[in-house]
């Protein structure tokens, strides 16, 4: 088998070792948010009534909260939040926003080809969206209209760069050697794609914060350490219980994502697999100047097994990616979040990446649970007589698209025809992923194949050929 960059030009043990010796195990962004954007909300107790109960304070339970408020004013919204708003996956990403809704071209385009043009018009139309929010609502997430750059950083993926900007794509720019490490001196990279502007980078606990501040103020009725137990619609609506109250409303949307569903039907819809994420001390000056990065673009190398970095609004670098870990029983469990070995290969990583940044030090480590689904973007669905909506499984591309379920949501609730709800993406559930023991085998001998086509030319083998046959398969 042959080698990849990472294990040629590996840096120094004690390099690895100097950048984790301090590290926290904390995600930065909540670290980061000011004390007046993390009130304690409190419990529900008894009973409320309300038109719209939405389960889980994510982006997709707070969009669908923000747009049910400006569709119907005088609705009254309770979001109901497990623990606290924006703690899992939207308070500990990447942050990079991107327009597509289907985790690429590339799987939507195998997917559903015919709708292509028109999911790529409404992902535009929905990052334009979320683009003008913050002037909109007056919010503040650090939304940068930066664009992505994708370095080639093996010989192989020359040739996919090549066929990407082939395309003809508008905002698509193809950059040889020296202009992709004149964009951003990465001495891995042999020539890179830009996508100019179907992506934007944000501070993603601000986001969730500011999300939920601008729904309270528009009168929604958030309470948190409220887990939701059960749905109940033996009577004319919906009622959802917690511990201590309920919450009887005509219409509920689940907005849970990789949790366990409160729907039977969905329980084997995601996986959970784990991803895990460095954030530097923020860059001198001078270190800067040593890397260039001037347009700040999030950058996701071309491999399978990929990694995402970008800056910060203080010049920090998060690096995240690459190791995939799927845990027997797809569960979500504080303890899964530790793995030393996945960080310390990422700073291995980084500094193969950066080898002019040596002495860096990583302050933040941490982990999440990538929502994963067999078609690698989100589900939707109703049931209960069309008094339950839900979306789940955007396979760590969530940000954007987290917005867009919420108007699909409500539109399902509403009965409405319209070039959302139409689309074959929405109308057609995917594949469960199988019980145990057979997840556990499938995932990980999956992500074994990928490993192995990294090191091997980008050589798919039978596997992820038959996968890629049938339209199933694994990605993070
Ligand atoms: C490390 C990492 C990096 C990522 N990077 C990116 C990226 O750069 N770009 C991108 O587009 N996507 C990225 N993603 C994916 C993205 O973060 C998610 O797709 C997105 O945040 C999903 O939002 P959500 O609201 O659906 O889910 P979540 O943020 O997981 O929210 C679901 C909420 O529901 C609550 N809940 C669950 N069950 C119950 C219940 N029974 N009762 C009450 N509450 C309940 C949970 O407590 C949780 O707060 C990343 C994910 C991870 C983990």
Redesign the pocket.
Known sequence: MGTTVFERQRPAASVVRHSLADTRHSVFWRDDLPESLLPDRPALVGTHRADLVI????????WTALLASERRPDARIVV????R??????????????ASLTHGAENGMSRWPDEMPLLERLGMENLDAIEAAEAKYGMDFQFERTGELAPAIEPHQLAWLEEWAAEGEEGVVLLDQEAARAAVNSPTYLGAVWEQRTCGMLH?ARL?AELARVCEERGVQIFER????GLDTSGPGVTVATRDGRVEAAHAVL??????S?LKRNRLMTVPVY?Y?LMTEPLSAEQMASIGWKDRQGIGDMANQFH?YRLTQDNRILF?GYDAIYHYGRRVRPEYENRPASWERLAGHFFTTFPQLEGLRFTHK??????TSTQFTAFFGTARDRRVAY??G?T???????RF?GEVMLDLLDGVKNERTELEMVRKRPLPFPPEPAAAIGINATRWSLDRADHNQGRRNLLLKTLDALGLGFDS
């Open positions: 389960v889980g304070a994510g982006y997709t339970g707070l109901l939040e497990g623990q708003v924006g703690w899992a996956a939207s308070g500990r990403n990447g942050g990079f926003c991107e993603p969730a409220s887990p939701a137990t907005a849970t994502n990789v949790f366990p409160l991803d994420v995402y995240g941490w982990a999440g649970a990538i929502d979306a789940a955007f760590g591309l969530g940000v954007g698209p987290a379920a």
